[in-house]
């Protein structure tokens, strides 16, 4: 039934059924990625999450392993084993996760085979049985753990009652026993709405900490999930420095412009050095929609993170996304004058699209992609990306999403976020579709969302000029193939 949904991605790795959210565990082992995640075999709602596994040499074609972790019988994990990390103990696979109990999270540990198939929580468990001392906590989850001057440290997402988020630190010489140390940085709530998309949250979910480097200059970053009260809002970046036992924050940024729908992001580095983050991107349909898929939740594509000559964060699809790629078509369109359409030669549900556009000041470049229908056809359908140039030269990309779907009961929110700008107001954006999944990238400023076209024929893609003139240097578009044969993951996991 799930292989059958025409929004189910097909070159996104998803859940072979069930609810899959948040990567865990994300590393290479003996030259083999291990993409573990969130998951709920048995329904596509959040409840008694497992770890579900899959394997790839290649980052985009991957091979379902079997479930990694299971809740408990008892113990601490009875309610789910929650996000984590996968680190290396002196050869011995090891999971740090949060077992979840009474509705409380627990920290925990599990040790696996050497093929990272099998895996046996310890019996420590739970690794930290309380919360930092005299301190009320909203939450206490998720984990961060790394090896520093021959000891291992932890950071634990959580947030501080009446203050904001937090990330606590912990130290330990064996991955059993943790000694509290101290919050490494506590954000403030009370700084904006939660409407707002730089809103820091109650509570961190899922912190991340990592050393950047470009040229000379080394940033620390601490990504996190901004979490309130059951709600999922965005994941936003400190960059800073890490020194001693703290984290000082100089600047925050925006992780994707996509809110909620690249969530719970995990960070790790490959033996070439670099930094690849996987996101949750979360459904936009209504849950009842997803029971009836069979399936809920998507896994971003992997994105290479490398620090901007700005020190922001720039993001790009990792180089190995292109071996997806098939029948490249490359045209100049050249310059589009205001009100100018063009059809673009390609259509399709799973595109990948790079299009270099020079916009001048007061200009807008509008792509529809998913498109069915005329342009101003009420019984049309298109997902609307615009990259706008004011008269100050500062770019904003934007998502129109009010014409993607005829089904009203989809998200439809708008979202949009800076560019960052060269001189000649040149942009590159890359754009990739894939049913239901849209992951775009301006300048390497990611937003992400989710779309649900219901005509068969919304596969259109055209370009405009919405206003002033626009020079579109170069666009190349190829069609991207399925990575793996959906129909044999039917009957797995087992039944
Ligand atoms: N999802 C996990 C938590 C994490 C949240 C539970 C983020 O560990 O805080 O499935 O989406």
New binding site residues.
């Given amino acids: 039934r799930a292989q059958a949904d025409p929004h189910r991605p097909r070159f996104h790795f998803v859940s072979p059924a069930g609810w899959l959210?948040?990567p865990n565990g994300l590393g290479l082992w003996d030259g083999t990625y291990h993409l573990f995640y969130?998951y709920n075999p048995y329904s596509p709602v959040?409840d008694r999450?497992h770890w579900g596994h899959a394997t790839s040499t290649d980052l985009v074609r991957w091979t379902d392993e079997p479930v990694a972790l299971v809740p408990g019988e008892t113990g601490p994990d009875v309610e789910?084993c929650?996000?984590?990390v996968l680190v290396d103990d002196g050869g011995t696979p090891t999971i740090v996760?949060?077992g979840?109990h009474d509705g409380r999270?627990l920290p925990c540990v599990a040790t696996g085979s050497s093929d990272l198939r099998a895996w046996t929580p310890v019996e420590e468990n739970p690794v930290i049985a309380a919360t930092p001392p005299g301190v009320d906590v909203t939450?206490f989850?998720?984990h961060c753990v790394w090896r520093e001057d021959g000891r291992w440290r932890q950071l634990v997402?959580s947030g501080i009652r009446g203050r904001g988020g937090a990330a606590f630190l912990y130290d330990s010489t064996d991955l059993r026993s943790w000694e509290y140390v101290g919050p490494l940085v506590v954000g403030d709530a009370s700084i904006g709405e939660a409407g707002e998309p730089d809103w820091t949250g109650t509570m961190w979910?899922?912190v991340d900490l990592f050393r950047l480097t470009a040229q000379d200059a080394a940033r620390d970053v601490l990504v996190f999930?901004a979490?309130d009260e059951g709600v999922?809002h965005h994941p936003l970046y400190w960059i800073g420095a890490y020194e001693g036992d703290v984290f000082t924050p100089h600047r925050l940024g925006r992780l994707d412009y996509g809110g909620r729908h690249f969530?719970?992001p995990q960070t790790f580095q490959d033996v070439q050095g670099r930094r690849l983050v996987f996101g949750?991107l979360q459904e936009g349909r209504p849950d009842a929609a997803s029971l009836l898929a069979g399936w809920s939740g998507v896994m971003s594509l992997p994105r290479h993170v490398t620090l901007a000559p700005d020190g922001t964060l720039a993001q790009e699809p990792a180089a190995e996304v292109s071996l997806l790629r098939r029948g490249g078509i490359r045209t100049v369109p050249g310059r589009l004058s205001a009100g100018e359409r063009r059809v673009v030669a390609i259509t399709g549900d799973q595109l990948d699209l790079e299009i270099d556009v020079v916009l001048t000041a007061g200009s807008s470049l509008e792509l529809d992609v998913r498109a069915a229908g005329p342009v101003d056809d009420a019984a049309g359908e298109r997902t609307r990306l615009l990259l706008e140039r004011d008269g100050g030269g500062a770019i904003m990309l934007r998502l129109d999403r009010s014409r993607s779907s005829l089904d009203a009961a989809v998200d439809a929110t708008p979202r949009s976020g800076e560019v960052p700008t060269e001189p000649d107001g040149a942009v590159r954006l890359r754009v990739i579709v894939d049913h239901s999944a849209l992951e775009v990238f301006a300048n390497g400023r990611p937003l992400t969302a989710r779309i649900y076209p219901t005509r068969p024929d919304a596969t259109g893609v055209e370009l405009a000029a919405s206003s002033g003139a626009v020079t579109v240097t170069r666009l190349e578009s190829w069609h991207m193939a399925d990575a793996w044969d959906h129909r044999s993951r039917e009957l797995w996991p087992g039944t």
């Fill in positions: 959210n948040d969130q959040h999450i789910g929650w996000s984590g996760y949060s979840r999270e939450a989850r998720d997402g979910e899922c999930s979490w999922t969530y719970a949750w």
